[in-house]
């Protein structure tokens, strides 16, 4: 079966970056899309970014447009979630997982349902 790690959280002052990777074992991630979800204390989870099966399509919430990019190194068998220009507001539990369904050329940013794997979560915290 699938499973996801995701790795590289950590803390972080205002104005830096981070790269979160997301590591698959049991299934090639080049069938799959590949979704990037946060959540924090209180408030439900979000969808951030994510990737098409291919790599030729990704889609982004505004609150962090311009400052994230989503790849795919399918020799690795991984995703990677690079973040730049962090804010406060970025912190949060980050979690990666796999859209159901194969090839997906578009993966959404919800909801939560669509996805049926997923990863344990990696600490994201911004502060001074």
């Known amino acids: 079966q699938l499973q996801l790690v995701e790795s590289g959280g950590g803390l972080v002052q205002p104005g830096g970056s981070l790269r979160l990777s997301c590591a698959a074992s049991?299934?090639?991630?080049?069938?799959?899309?590949i979704g990037w979800f946060r959540q924090a204390p209180g408030k439900e989870r979000e969808g951030v970014s994510c990737?098409?099966?291919?790599?030729?399509?990704?889609n982004w919430a505004d609150s962090v447009k311009g400052r994230f990019t989503v790849s795919k190194d399918n020799d690795k068998n991984t995703v990677y979630l690079q973040m730049n220009s962090l804010k406060p507001e970025d912190t949060a539990i980050y979690y990666c997982?796999?859209?159901?369904?194969?090839?997906?050329?578009?993966?959404?940013?919800?909801?939560?349902?669509?996805?049926?794997?997923w990863g344990q979560g990696t600490q994201v915290t911004v502060s001074s």
């Open positions: 997982a796999r859209r159901r369904g194969l090839f997906r050329l578009f993966c959404p940013l919800g909801p939560t349902d669509e996805y049926d794997y």
């Open positions: 990737i098409s099966s291919t790599g030729g399509s990704t």
């Open positions: 049991g299934a090639t991630l080049d069938r799959y899309a």
